[in-house]
Structure formats: C-alpha cells, structure tokens
C-alpha cells in the first residue's frame, strides 16, 4: 500500500494472542479493534474492545489521559461508551472496488461469510446464561446519609419509583439490617421478595432474592466508600434466569439495571449545588 512509515507488525500473532484480541474469521486471525492504555507502571488503567463497526470515540481516549496526566492513579471506572461506525455510500463503493480489484481469496471468503459470522457476533453478545450488572455512582454527601438512603427498603423504593414495602423487621437495631425481608412489586411480573444477607453500616449491603422471581443464583451488593467527603456507589447484580429462552437473560437485566440507574441519577442530582 505504499506506507511512508515504519509498520509494526506482530506476524506470529503473539501480543494479539497475549491480549486475546485475535479474530479467526479475517485474513487467517488478525487482531479485533482495541484500545490499551498503559501506565508508566506497567498498569492497563484503560481498556476497550471494540468491533469492526463499533469504536469507543476519540474525544473519550484523549479526556482519559487528561485525566491520567494530573492524577497518576487514575484508572477507568465505566467500560468506555461506543459509537456506531456506518460507511457512507462513497466509502462502501471504494471498499468494493478495492476487493473486486485487489482482493485476496481471503477478502472474498470474509465477504461471503459476512452473514455467518454477523450471526456469530451477535450470538456472543447475547447471553442465555448468568447476567452481570456494574453501576457505579458518585454523590456529594457523605457516606453516612447515603447509606441510610439506599438501604432504607422503602426509601429505596421511592428512590426508584417502585413499590416496595419492608415486609420482615430484621433484629437488629436497624430495621433494614441482617435479616431483613422486602416485597417488590414490578408489574406487570408477579411480586417477589429479597433478604438482606450481608448488612455492615456504611460500608456494605448484600441481598438475595428468597421468593418469587423469573432469576436464580441472584446476588445484589452495593458497597460504599468515603471519597474525600463525598460518596462512591458500586452497586453490582448477578443472576441467572430460571428459564434457558434466547433472549430473556438480556430482556431481565434490561428491566432491572434501567431503573436503578435512573433512580441513583436522580438521587445524586439532589445532592448538586
């Protein structure tokens, strides 16, 4: 192709294997779109799988290593947000020509596969099995009234517009704590219940579903930490849907991580100046 630059080139597919990044289907494996960012330590403090049609935008890299040059510590706390790359018109012309004109068997076998592998893609992206959900939240307040917010079940509730009601008192001297039982009511699904199982104040709340529910193997836990005054949120769900159907994993995890992002949104707007 001409290149007036120095290459760099891993021809045994070494690093793309190391990263496992490689991608059987084109040209014999080559590696798939991504993005690392390194620190002087030997750290990845950044890090983006992308697709062919799919990349995280350049605008977020550079914002990142901004941020990486005044705090050396600094590292991603939310997978990169990506857009959608579509050829115009021209640019799907020029990519034609350049395959009917210099084209390898290789180009044409991906060409001819492209449908195949478009349902490979999509088959790797949705997941029947168990579903991860990582939300993570700041909120200018201390820990201590944040705490008392979230895991006041039915304060909870109103923080996420949803009916939920404490239905058993837990022993301890916080209501809400070990032990405790609440109902949610999501319509238009059945009301199910969770109990608290791990209750540390200020620190750390875990529950788990013990009624009802189309999930199993379900665990939520938000943790909380003290960041110079203000609060940070990481608030994690896993679960499993009880029925294997195409789809369902996705639809639930939908249904249950909306919600709660709004909700927190919502909650750290009113703690803004």
């Known amino acids: 192709m001409n290149f007036s630059l120095t290459l760099l080139c891993d021809e045994d597919r070494k690093v793309v294997d190391l990263f496992n990044l490689r991608n059987p289907f084109e040209h014999g494996g080559i590696a798939y779109p991504a993005t690392f960012i390194i620190s002087p330590e030997g750290i990845i403090c950044y890090r983006s799988l992308d697709g062919t049609a799919s990349r995280v935008d350049l605008t977020d890299e550079l914002s990142f290593l901004e941020q990486l040059h005044g705090d050396a510590g600094h590292t991603m706390k939310t997978g990169p947000k990506k857009s959608w790359i579509i050829p ?24 001819l ?18 579903q991860n959900i990582i939300i993570t939240q700041e909120f200018n307040a201390p820990v201590e009234t944040v705490f008392n917010l979230l895991t006041d079940h039915e304060e909870f509730g109103r923080i996420l517009n949803a009916k939920i009601k404490r239905v058993i008192d837990s022993q301890d001297e916080n209501k809400n704590g070990l032990g405790s039982v609440r109902r949610i009511q999501a319509f238009p699904a059945p009301a199910f219940e969770e109990s608290v199982i791990t209750f540390e104040a200020n620190q750390l709340m875990e529950y788990t579903v013990s009624k009802g529910s189309p999930i199993k193997n379900h665990r939520g836990r938000m943790e909380f930490a003290d960041d110079q005054g203000k609060t940070r949120l990481t608030y994690r769900v896993d679960f499993e849907p ?30 803004e100046p």
Not at 113 to 130: A, D, E, Q, W
Not at 244 to 270: H, V
């Open 88 to 111: 115009s018109p021209k640019d799907n012309w020029r990519m034609s020509m350049n395959m009917i004109s210099q084209g390898s068997v290789a180009d044409w076998k991906h060409f």
């Open 113 to 130: 596969l492209f449908p195949v592998n478009m349902l490979r893609i999509l088959g790797s992206k949705v997941k029947t099995g168990k």
């Open 242 to 271: 009880k029925l294997p159907f195409f789809l369902l994993g996705s639809i639930i995890k939908i249904a249950i991580e909306k919600p709660i992002q709004a909700g927190l949104k919502r909650l750290s707007a009113r703690f």
